[in-house]
């Protein structure tokens, strides 16, 4: 494998961490995957999370509302230029909220950087389809 292969695999996995952890109710299981500034945009680039504390809270809001039945990831594109990587790729998800059954698509875009631990993301973000 070369380093090319490998750094994008451990971006893939980075992010399969963060998922993985979120999916099981305990998104502070990945905290040692987010830079301590780490920033979370929405779509609209107007709202923000900043800093691991308030986007690991995101997750936790989420997974405390909703259900998940069903999460799928595909597509992945991993762009690693030095210490930086851009990683991109399609999900699907179902959930239940409030009662009601959610089915939704969209597209996650995480930036990171290489630390000596390992990459840590540094920016993140959902992107719904319509």
């Keep these: 494998m070369t380093?090319?292969?490998?750094?994008r695999h451990a971006v893939i996995e980075a992010v399969r961490r963060i998922n993985q952890a979120?999916?099981?109710e305990q998104p502070r299981d990945?905290?040692?995957?987010?830079?301590?500034a780490v920033v979370f945009v929405a779509p609209d680039f107007l709202q923000r999370k900043e800093g691991r504390e308030a986007c690991l809270d995101s997750y936790q809001q989420?997974?405390?509302a909703a259900k998940v039945g069903w999460f799928h990831e595909s597509d992945w594109q991993v762009d690693v230029t030095g210490d930086v990587a851009v990683a991109t790729y399609a999900w699907e998800i179902t959930?239940?909220?409030?009662?009601?059954?959610?089915?939704?698509?969209?597209?996650?875009l995480f930036v990171f950087r290489r630390d000596p631990a390992g990459w840590l993301a540094t920016w993140r973000m959902v992107r719904p389809s319509e």
């Design 3 to 7: 380093t090319a292969e490998a750094d």
């Design 95 to 108: 959930y239940e909220m409030d009662g009601a059954l959610n089915s939704e698509r969209g597209h996650d």
């Design 30 to 36: 990945a905290i040692d995957l987010f830079d301590p």
């Design 62 to 64: 989420f997974v405390v």
């Design 22 to 24: 979120w999916l099981s």
